[in-house]
T-cell receptor, first 115, second 115 residues
Framework: AQSVTQLGSHVSVSEGALVLLRCNYS??????LFWYVQYPNQGLQLLLK??????LVKGINGFEAEFKKSETSFHLTKPSAHMSDAAEYFC?????????????FGKGTHLIIQP | DAGVIQSPRHEVTEMGQEVTLRCKPI?????LFWYRQTMMRGLELLIY????????DSGMPEDRFSAKMPNASFSTLKIQPSEPRDSAVYFC?????????????FGPGTRLTVT
């Protein structure tokens, strides 16, 4: 069975500082990996996804993530944090990637941006 | 495109009452997912449909929960009878499975409070 672990339920960074949100996964097959963002009282919005090919994936709002198979990781980064980045971030895994099953989510990381 | 539409956005009901949550997926999408979000358990997949057919309902917590998708543009999630522990935010998501890695588009959610 697939699973996702997000290290740190809360992460606080200063505005302009590097953002690093950690995600490790477990999957019996090559996974499809996703990062979603949730703003207060809203649904989830896809930030980026890894399917196959290039292991460094760029997404919206300046975020990127790198798939590292040897470390079973898919950490999310952004070089310079903005106040508008404050939100809840979820890492998710799918083993089919073709719409044949739902997503398994991590518990989420609440990103706090200090002015 | 209007996105995934969920109704109601908020529902407050008393224990024992029947609750019906509604979802209209994005036009042309052929997969639909119901998720539940709570503080304790995070985001959990309840059930998903492909081409209006339920594929996996193993995430449905109890027989009190049921879901239907009578046509490609409408789905319901029903709880009967409702209990306080059912209080959560329920999300509907849809996707288009074309044999390529997919993206799920989430609705704004229904916040259910059972007193």
């Amino acid at each position: 069975a697939q699973s996702v672990t997000q290290l740190g339920s809360h992460v606080s960074v200063s505005e302009g500082a590097l953002v690093l949100l950690r995600c490790n996964y477990s999957s019996s097959v090559p996974p499809y990996l996703f990062w979603y963002v949730q703003y207060p009282n809203q649904g989830l919005q896809l930030l980026l996804k890894y399917t196959t090919g290039a292991t460094l994936v760029k997404g919206i709002n300046g975020f990127e993530a790198e798939f590292k198979k040897s470390e079973t990781s898919f950490h999310l980064t952004k070089p310079s944090a903005h106040m508008s980045d404050a939100a809840e971030y979820f890492c998710a895994v799918s083993e089919s990637g073709g719409g044949a099953d739902g997503l398994t989510f991590g518990k989420g990381t609440h990103l706090i941006i200090q002015p | 495109d209007a996105g995934v539409i969920q109704s109601p956005r908020h529902e407050v009901t008393e224990m024992g009452q029947e609750v019906t949550l509604r979802c209209k997926p994005i036009s042309g999408h052929n997969s639909l997912f119901w998720y539940r979000q709570t503080m304790m358990r995070g985001l959990e997949l309840l059930i998903y449909f492909n081409n209006n057919v339920p594929i996996d309902d193993s995430g449905m917590p109890e027989d009190r929960f049921s879901a239907k998708m009578p046509n490609a543009s409408f789905s319901t999630l029903k709880i009967q009878p409702s209990e306080p522990r059912d209080s959560a935010v329920y999300f509907c998501a849809s996707s288009f499975e074309t044999g390529r890695p997919y993206e799920q588009y989430f609705g704004p959610g229904t916040r259910l409070t059972v007193t």
